[in-house]
Structure formats: structure tokens, C-alpha cells
């Protein structure tokens, strides 16, 4: 199985921060990794795909990049709709796996 | 715009059989794959398995010898079934549409998940 692992598990911040988080492939995924975000009680939301490509409808203000094991995902000015858990997700493998997640709160 | 809907019994007894039926509405089941996935109160993501519209499967090795996943294209439908249940299995499970480049006969999963159903909590419990 290929391993993921996201740092921070959670971070604190102010609206209008810069916030970075960081995910980690056990192996080489290429740039087969996704990102997505989960607010309490609701599904999970797809932001990033295929490393750094935005998905339809999400702000620009999410960007993402890496390619091999090391992936990031940046928000550029948190706004109070974001604070949430953001989980990567590799596809590389027929077997999926997701990081386990970095809960992002209010400072 | 195409939407997912789970169903299914929110209770089910340990040693039995959880059934759900992934429900697609605003656009057609065919040419994709889709997939289930579960996420246990308070923990994260985990997969399950996915099935192409044509029937093929894969599924997660760690639940494969208890997992079914079947698709009714004449019913824009795909189901779950997950055998002897224990508690370890009460979640919400959630069903997706896994979006893919196909060419040249191989499809390749670059476009993540990117239709979620909202989620249905099952609870395994005598």
C-alpha cells in the first residue's frame, strides 16, 4: 500500500493567513494526488486533482504542487469558509489511499 | 448537474449483510467509474472499491473478501453490499463519481473524485 502523510495533523489561524500543508507519498505517485476538503457533517469537497490543477468552481485562491512524494496545498488569504480538514488522496495505486487529514481552526 | 444519492438501512446487526444503492440523477451512470468510500465517526477517509459502468471492480484488499460492488445501468444505480458486519464497520459511507482520462483502452485516475453523494451513517449494532 502506498502510504500518505499530511503535516500538520491541525493548525490554528487568523483570516487573511497564508496556510500551507504538506502531504507525503510512502513511494512515487507521479502527480497523481488529489486534494480535498471536509467541513463538519458534509461530504468531502474535490479542490485539487492531479496535483496542482483547480477544480471547477473552487476560488483561486487554493493552489497545489509537487509531483513524486512531496505535495503541497496553499491557501493564499484564508477566509472564514475555510476552516475545515483537508485530506490528500493518492490515485496512482488501483488502491486509494487518503492522508490523514490537517484540521484547519481559528486562531 | 449530475448528484449522488445513498440509500439504504441506517441499522444493521452484527454478522449481517449492509446493502446501499448509490442513486445518480442529472447525467448518466455510463462511461465512468464510480466508487464508495467510508469515514468511522471521528476518523478519516477510507476506500472501498469502485466499479467502471461496464461491471469490472477493484476493491480495497483490506475489506475485498466481504465487499460487493454492482452496478444497474437501467437504474443510473450502483450498490454496496458488505458482509459479516462488526462494529468496526459503523460509518458514514459515502458514494463518488471517479472521474478518469481514457485513451488507447486504459483510463487513468487524474481527475479525482468529483461528485460526492452527502454521506449516510450506518451503524452496526444488535
Known amino acids: 500500500d502506498i502510504q500518505m502523510t499530511q503535516s500538520p495533523s491541525s493548525l490554528s489561524a487568523s483570516v487573511g493567513d497564508r496556510v500551507t500543508i504538506t502531504c507525503r507519498a510512502s513511494?512515487?505517485?507521479?502527480?497523481?494526488l488529489n486534494w480535498y476538503q471536509q467541513k463538519p457533517g458534509k461530504a468531502p469537497k474535490l479542490l485539487i486533482y492531479?496535483?496542482?490543477s483547480l477544480q471547477s468552481g473552487v476560488p483561486s485562491r487554493f493552489s497545489g504542487s509537487g509531483s513524486g512524494t512531496d505535495f503541497t496545498l496553499t491557501i493564499s488569504s484564508l477566509q472564514p469558509e475555510d476552516f475545515a480538514t483537508y485530506y490528500c488522496?493518492?490515485?496512482?495505486?488501483?488502491?486509494?489511499?487518503f492522508g490523514p487529514g490537517t484540521k484547519v481552526d481559528i486562531k | 448537474q449530475v448528484q449522488l444519492q445513498e440509500s439504504g438501512p441506517g441499522l444493521v446487526k452484527p454478522s449481517e449483510t449492509l446493502s446501499l444503492t448509490c442513486t445518480v440523477s442529472?447525467?448518466?451512470?455510463?462511461?465512468?467509474?464510480w466508487s464508495w468510500i467510508r469515514q468511522p465517526p471521528g476518523k478519516g477517509l477510507e476506500w472501498i472499491g469502485y466499479?467502471?459502468?461496464?461491471?469490472?471492480?477493484n476493491y480495497n484488499p483490506s475489506l475485498k473478501s466481504r465487499v460487493t460492488i454492482s452496478v444497474d445501468t437501467s437504474k443510473n444505480q450502483f450498490s454496496l453490499k458488505l458482509s459479516s458486519v462488526t462494529a468496526a464497520d459503523t460509518a458514514v459511507y459515502y458514494c463518488?463519481?471517479?472521474?478518469?482520462?481514457?485513451?488507447?483502452?486504459?483510463?487513468?485516475?487524474?481527475?479525482?473524485?468529483?461528485?460526492w453523494g452527502q454521506g449516510t451513517t450506518v451503524t452496526v449494532s444488535s
Open positions: 463518488a463519481r471517479d472521474r478518469r482520462y481514457c485513451s488507447g483502452g486504459s483510463c487513468y485516475s487524474v481527475y479525482g473524485m468529483d461528485v
Open positions: 442529472g447525467g448518466s451512470i455510463s462511461s465512468y467509474y
Open positions: 466499479i467502471y459502468y461496464s461491471g469490472s471492480t
Open positions: 488522496q493518492q490515485s496512482y495505486s488501483t488502491l486509494y489511499t
Open positions: 513511494q512515487s505517485i507521479s502527480s497523481y
Open positions: 492531479a496535483a496542482s
